[in-house]
């Protein structure tokens, strides 16, 4: 099965918010100690990072939506949240949640860092 599963796209108005979520397939991924972070892909475009997060609750983020970003990981739920505001129609985008057991590690933006991804979820916005 595909490792990690994004929920909680949807269409919205520009100035909304969503909050997407990613939790894991199988019991035996604990995200508590992993290195999680969340990424994006527009039609016709190269996917790029958003946010990560390792296992000790630091974070690195992308410049551009660092204003617009909550990401958390509800250690007792074995879920990771990605909060987005003021959404825009460039945000317009599949998401996806990716993971890394090397929880200690510092967050990455690099996707090449990660070896778990899910199927993504996607959020329209419209202007």
């Known amino acids: 099965p595909v490792p990690l599963v994004e929920s909680g796209g949807g269409s919205v108005q520009a100035g909304g918010s969503l909050r997407l979520s990613c939790t894991p397939s199988?019991?035996?991924?604990?995200?508590?100690?992993?290195?999680m972070g969340w990424f994006r892909q527009a039609p016709g475009k190269q996917r790029e990072a958003v946010v990560s997060?390792?296992?000790?609750?630091?974070?690195t983020n992308t410049a551009s939506m660092k204003d617009r970003l909550a990401v958390s990981i509800d250690n007792a739920k074995n879920t990771l949240y990605l909060q987005i505001n003021s959404l825009q129609p460039d945000d317009t985008a599949m998401y996806f949640c990716?993971?890394?057991?090397?929880?200690?590690?510092?967050?990455?933006?690099?996707?090449?860092?990660?070896?778990?991804w899910g199927q993504g979820t996607q959020v329209t916005v419209s202007s």
């Open positions: 199988t019991p035996d991924i604990t995200l508590a100690t992993y290195r």
């Open positions: 990716a993971g890394d057991p090397r929880g200690d590690s510092w967050p990455t933006l690099r996707a090449s860092e990660y070896s778990l």
């Open positions: 997060i390792n296992r000790t609750g630091r974070q």
